[in-house]
């Protein structure tokens, strides 16, 4: 079967309020975690913590090692004698000074214009607490490129004292971003910084639970993908064929896929945590399931009828209905399979979105 263009509305489900987690379980690998086989067998309702009995010796998990940064900015756009308040979401760095970005109202922008985040300062020592960006580009969707004033190592330090962490919007819809997200919205092993969304999968992992994947043979591997805003927003078109994905950039090491490519051939499994580790490794694949070093963009949209090259197991927390996600995991395991798994964990009162719960989803067999 080959990846066709389907009906957005197939991927559409009703999902009570009540279900939209807030904020995430404490411990992090005591969040619910529903295990989902192919065919016929029954769900299972377990723990993250249970993971370790779940897998087997020789399987390799496969991390997005990338960092969120406070990547929503509130400016002023100078014209002449005229001034508006714009929020900007950053999503895809293009440049040492240059980033893409979302802007709101994007109608109150023209190319040419600047925008001025933060405040003058008197102290030249403390002039990072403004910054100037220039609109370059306008794009569909209220997309915008942005240049600043500032580039490398300057913006981003800018960037880290004028931006806000950008909490999904049907968490931060509902209360403020505080101190408390800073640490719960990024993953123990962020490392590379440029993610405006956390690997939310990654979220539920403990070092307690990193331990004990290691004595039971479990081996871990890094990629990075820098997450962006698009990946979230709903399918607005009525047919997936009208729908355009955001790029983003990832990389995969010529170390770690030597060593996944190594793990396949003794029998083990390549488990991606996240749909972000799931969709970069598929990008680097090759026809024949070989994981190939990989550094670039990638707009992989993955649809049922995707034949899957790398991936044998994928760990995601529960994602929109009409979202890119939930069309990946219905890909995964099956429509009507994660129809009944959604259907399932919003009876059995699991947790939903960035926040909550987490699932285990062994591939379908081809069809």
Same mark, same amino acid.
């Given at each position: 079967?080959?990846?066709?263009?389907?009906?957005?509305?197939?991927?559409?489900?009703?999902?009570?309020?009540?279900?939209?987690?807030?904020?995430?379980?404490?411990?992090?690998?005591?969040?619910?975690?529903?295990?989902?086989?192919?065919?016929?067998?029954?769900?299972?309702?377990?723990?993250?913590?249970?993971?370790?009995?779940?897998?087997?010796?020789?399987?390799?998990?496969?991390?997005?090692?990338?960092?969120?940064?406070?990547?929503?900015?509130?400016?002023?756009?100078?014209?002449?004698?005229?001034?508006?308040?714009?929020?900007?979401?950053?999503?895809?760095?293009?440049?040492?000074?240059?980033?893409?970005?979302?802007?709101?109202?994007?109608?109150?922008?023209?190319?040419?214009?600047?925008?001025?985040?933060?405040?003058?300062?008197?102290?030249?020592?403390?002039?990072?607490?403004?910054?100037?960006?220039?609109? +370059? %580009?306008? $794009?569909? *969707?209220?997309?915008?490129?942005?240049?600043?004033?500032? !580039? &490398?190592? =300057? #913006?981003?330090?800018?960037?880290?004292?004028?931006?806000?962490?950008?909490?999904?919007?049907?968490?931060?819809?509902?209360?403020?971003?505080?101190?408390?997200?800073?640490?719960?919205?990024?993953?123990?092993?962020?490392?590379?910084?440029?993610?405006?969304?956390?690997?939310?999968?990654?979220?539920?992992?403990?070092?307690?639970?990193?331990?004990?994947? +290691? %004595?039971? $043979?479990? *081996?871990?591997?890094?990629?990075?993908?820098?997450?962006? !805003? &698009?990946? =979230? #927003?709903?399918?607005?078109?009525?047919?997936?064929?009208?729908?355009?994905?955001?790029?983003?950039?990832?990389?995969?090491?010529?170390?770690?896929?030597?060593?996944?490519?190594?793990?396949?051939?003794?029998?083990?499994?390549?488990?991606?945590?996240?749909?972000?580790?799931?969709?970069?490794?598929?990008?680097?694949?090759?026809?024949?399931?070989?994981?190939?070093?990989?550094?670039?963009?990638?707009?992989?949209?993955?649809?049922?009828?995707?034949?899957?090259?790398?991936?044998?197991?994928?760990?995601?927390?529960?994602?929109?209905?009409?979202?890119?996600?939930?069309?990946?995991?219905?890909?995964?395991?099956?429509?009507?399979?994660?129809?009944?798994?959604?259907?399932?964990?919003?009876?059995?009162?699991?947790?939903?979105?960035?926040?909550?719960?987490?699932?285990?989803?062994?591939?379908?067999?081809?069809?």
């Amino acid at each position: 079967m080959s990846q066709g263009f389907m009906r957005v509305d197939l991927f559409d489900f009703d999902l009570p309020e009540s279900s939209i987690s807030l904020r995430p379980t404490e411990p992090r690998d005591a969040a619910r975690m529903l295990v989902v086989k192919p065919d016929e067998v029954p769900f299972e309702d377990r723990t993250v913590r249970d993971l370790p009995d779940l897998l087997q010796p020789g399987d390799v998990l496969v991390l997005n090692d990338t960092k969120v940064i406070p990547s929503r900015l509130y400016g002023l756009r100078v014209r002449e004698e005229t001034a508006a308040r714009v929020e900007i979401m950053l999503h895809k760095r293009e440049g040492m000074d240059r980033w893409r970005a979302f802007a709101r109202p994007a109608k109150k922008l023209n190319i040419g214009d600047r925008i001025r985040f933060g405040e003058a300062s008197e102290s030249t020592a403390c002039e990072l607490v403004r910054v100037d960006a220039e609109v +370059e %580009e306008k $794009g569909d *969707g209220g997309e915008v490129t942005l240049r600043f004033s500032f !580039a &490398g190592p =300057f #913006l981003d330090e800018a960037i880290a004292r004028l931006g806000e962490l950008p909490l999904p919007p049907y968490i931060a819809g509902k209360r403020a971003t505080d101190e408390k997200d800073r640490a719960d919205y990024q993953t123990v092993y962020a490392r590379d910084e440029g993610a405006v969304a956390a690997p939310t999968a990654g979220l539920h992992f403990t070092d307690d639970l990193f331990r004990r994947l +290691e %004595e039971r $043979g479990i *081996g871990r591997q890094f990629v990075t993908l820098h997450v962006g !805003a &698009g990946t =979230f #927003l709903p399918v607005k078109a009525d047919d997936t064929a009208e729908h355009r994905m955001h790029a983003e950039w990832g990389t995969v090491t010529e170390e770690t896929a030597r060593a996944l490519n190594e793990a396949r051939a003794r029998g083990g499994r390549v488990v991606a945590v996240g749909t972000t580790s799931l969709r970069l490794l598929e990008s680097a694949a090759e026809e024949d399931g070989t994981i190939a070093p990989f550094s670039g963009d990638t707009a992989i949209f993955i649809t049922p009828g995707y034949r899957f090259k790398a991936v044998d197991v994928l760990m995601t927390n529960f994602h929109l209905p009409r979202s890119t996600l939930f069309m990946l995991v219905s890909a995964f395991a099956g429509l009507q399979r994660m129809r009944a798994a959604y259907s399932h964990a919003i009876e059995a009162g699991y947790r939903f979105y960035s926040y909550g719960d987490a699932s285990l989803l062994f591939r379908a067999k081809p069809s």
